[in-house]
């Protein structure tokens, strides 16, 4: 069983910040990419960014300058810090991660279940 458990969404005014946080847990014998993207309603799910495991990071352009992935493997988390936030950031925020499950072949994508963030003009 694995599971990915997101924290830090919420309510925040234009040029505002957040920090969104993402925790994978379960029998996880490694962890690969992890990624964050958001969904605004009517809209395709988009990549905002991506980390590799040895810390190379991409960005969508949307985003550059402004959001910051990160992640601490000794937690198996990943972040997203939000900062200068536009109201057309307005969605929810998925987490992703491949990882590889204990006694299990192959390396999967699994998901969070997403947290919302609303910005207000």
């Known amino acids: 069983q694995v599971q990915l458990v997101e924290s830090g969404g919420g309510l925040v005014q234009a040029g505002g910040s957040l920090r969104l946080s993402c925790a994978a847990s379960?029998?996880?014998?490694?962890?690969?990419?992890m990624r964050w993207f958001c969904q605004a309603p009517g809209k395709q799910r988009e990549l905002v960014a991506a980390?590799?495991?040895?810390?190379?990071?991409n960005y969508a352009d949307s985003v550059k300058g402004r959001f910051t992935i990160s992640r601490d493997n000794g937690k198996n988390t990943v972040y997203l810090q939000m900062n200068s936030l536009k109201p057309e950031d307005t969605a929810v925020y998925y987490c992703?991660?491949?990882?590889?499950?204990?006694?299990?072949?192959?390396?999967?994508?699994?998901w969070g279940q997403g947290t919302q963030v609303t910005v207000s003009s």
């Open positions: 980390i590799t495991s040895t810390g190379l990071t």
């Open positions: 992703n991660a491949d990882l590889l499950r204990i006694g299990l072949l192959g390396a999967y994508s699994y």
């Open positions: 379960g029998s996880i014998s490694s962890i690969n990419a």
